[in-house]
């Protein structure tokens, strides 16, 4: 299980790092007018240079990215609940999550905005929940109907 859990980490560190970098371009895309934005003007402020900033949010995508993949080896878990499962998964994550993206001001850092992205983010993860739980419940219905 350990090693499990530690090779999914090394693949989703630089899947974390890559969905980061993916996510400034399209940033840039949308607000820059051809300026590239890799990193939030506070993180930029706050670090006293451009290049600490991306370097400290390069990192911080990495353990982004692990993290995610290695809580992804909890729904192997085959005498664990759906609810277990779900609740130890979303609470590694949203641990892993939140400091990162405090850190990295992806969001306010005011009550109002740590709460609108909790919402943001519980709602995301419910509809990917959500749209999986529909999926596999459809594969196990057409593996029964081939039995």
Known sequence: MKKKIVIRCLIGAPLGLAISTLITIVISYVVGGGTYYAVVPELTSSLGSEINAVTVQAACSLLYGAAWAGASVIWE????????????????????????????????????????????????????????????????AELNRNL
């Open 77 to 140: 878990a085959d005498d664990w609940s759906l609810l277990k499962m779900t609740v130890t998964h979303l609470l590694i994550c949203s641990f892993a999550t939140f400091p990162i993206a405090y850190f990295m001001y992806w969001m306010d850092h005011s009550l109002s905005g740590i709460l609108t992205y909790f919402g943001i983010f519980l709602m995301t993860y419910a509809v990917i929940w959500i749209a999986q739980y529909l999926s596999m419940k459809k594969k196990v």
